[in-house]
């Protein structure tokens, strides 16, 4: 095996150690550059240059006030490259167009007319046409397609998702062959940790959790900076770990999995069998309940997050997170849905227990989708993703 390093490596080791460091901090001058990360001035010279050649990063305005020859701030020029997410969902897709931080610029739902993969290729294939025909600029430059939907994911190809009964779905292969940019195929909560990971709240962090509670749960692990998927792809599945042998039926054909109790549609299912709301409520309607004082709500929240606490802590007690970001639906339902869980928590591990920080907005996971197709601008070991074959 060689493993002798050639320039064009070490160049692109450069660039993308200086993309992370202004991603990570914020705009920093040349001569900051060099000495944090310790290249000469030269070198970051060179691969700034390359870099505003290339529109990635951009000069900022000198800090005022400062007597003598101010230092230019490089900063990272997210608009100047634009990425496609795609959230599949049973019965529609969530896509975002986004710059290069994931930050939407447009959004849209589109309903799904059955979720067979061919039709959802086609209705994929046109919004992202679509997307790009509304707000790509003239001249603006994509990097890419992601596409996250809950499964087993591996190299682009859906393994096995339950929710969408696929077996061995080439998707990333599929939507390549049609739309001529890279794509890019994970499962949803891993595709929400990359992006809390890269831009959010997990940038300051190195292992966390990425708990997502809609309409399935689980808590993706990002480990040293990098998701980790598992060996085969399984990785994170919280919400299958059995909670009542003599449950109900889950979708992936076993019995009372955590989610078939307390995933978001569950929990709003339990509470309107229990109140006889009306089937058209919604989790803001229970969650408004819940803080009237309506008990059933709060007491099916507070089992929940007992529940989900009590497993966390295990999960915690194995990986040792620093924090654990939560996303999804069931975000809405706040803190009388936390607490219980932070208490479960407490009493569950070893070490004292890292906080439950929830961080969402209703474009989170098609944001995350976004983030499989910027990530490769950041990180020299993600993969190329799927591209037409010529
Ligand atoms: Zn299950």
Redesign the pocket.
């Known amino acids: 095996m060689n493993l002798k390093v050639d320039q064009s490596t070490a160049r692109a080791m450069n660039r993308r150690l200086i993309l992370n460091l202004l991603r990570e901090n914020g705009p920093l001058s040349r001569a900051d550059i060099a000495t944090t990360i310790g290249l000469s001035g030269a070198t970051v010279g060179f691969a700034v240059g390359d870099l505003l050649t290339e529109g990635l990063v951009r000069e900022g305005e000198p800090s005022s006030g400062a007597t003598g020859r101010r230092p230019i701030p490089i900063e990272i020029n997210y608009s100047g490259l634009l990425a496609v997410g795609l959230k599949l969902m049973v019965g529609s897709v969530e896509c975002v167009l986004t710059d290069l931080s994931t930050t939407p610029l447009i959004t849209r739902i589109i309903p799904l007319p059955d979720q067979s993969p061919e039709t959802i290729v086609k209705v994929c294939a046109q919004a992202v046409a679509d997307l790009l025909a509304e707000g790509g600029a003239p001249g603006a430059r994509i990097t890419g397609v992601g596409i996250a939907m809950p499964g087993i994911i591996e190299d682009g190809i859906c393994r096995r998702s339950?929710r969408f009964n696929w077996t061995e779905v080439p998707l990333a292969r599929m939507m390549a062959d049609v739309v001529h940019v890279p794509v890019w195929v994970e499962d949803d909560t891993n595709a929400f940790a990359l992006a809390q990971q890269l831009f959010r709240l997990g940038r300051h962090h190195k292992t966390i959790g990425a708990l997502a509670i809609g309409a399935g749960i689980s808590c993706a692990v990002v480990i040293d900076g990098q998701v980790h998927h598992g060996a085969h792809g399984g990785a994170g599945k919280l919400?299958?770990s059995t909670f009542h042998p003599e449950g109900l039926p889950?979708?992936?054909?076993?019995r009372g999995?955590l989610?078939?109790l307390f995933s978001e549609p569950a929990l709003l299912r339990r509470w309107q069998a229990a109140t006889g709301a009306a089937a058209t409520t919604t989790r803001h309607d229970m969650a408004e309940a819940a803080r009237n004082g309506d008990s059933t709500a709060i007491g099916l929240l507070s089992e929940a997050g007992q529940a989900i606490g009590s497993i966390l802590a295990t999960f915690a007690n194995i990986v040792d997170p620093e924090v654990i970001v939560v996303g999804g639906e069931a975000v809405a339902f706040g803190d009388l849905f936390f607490e219980p869980m932070r208490q479960a928590m407490l009493e569950g591990c070893l070490l004292p227990p890292p906080p439950i920080t929830p961080d969402w907005i209703d474009n989170s996971w098609a944001q995350g989708a976004a983030a499989l197709a910027t990530r490769q601008v950041f990180n020299f070991e993600a993969s190329a993703g799927a591209v037409r074959l010529s």
């Open positions: 339950h919400g299958h889950c979708e992936c054909g076993r999995c989610q078939t």
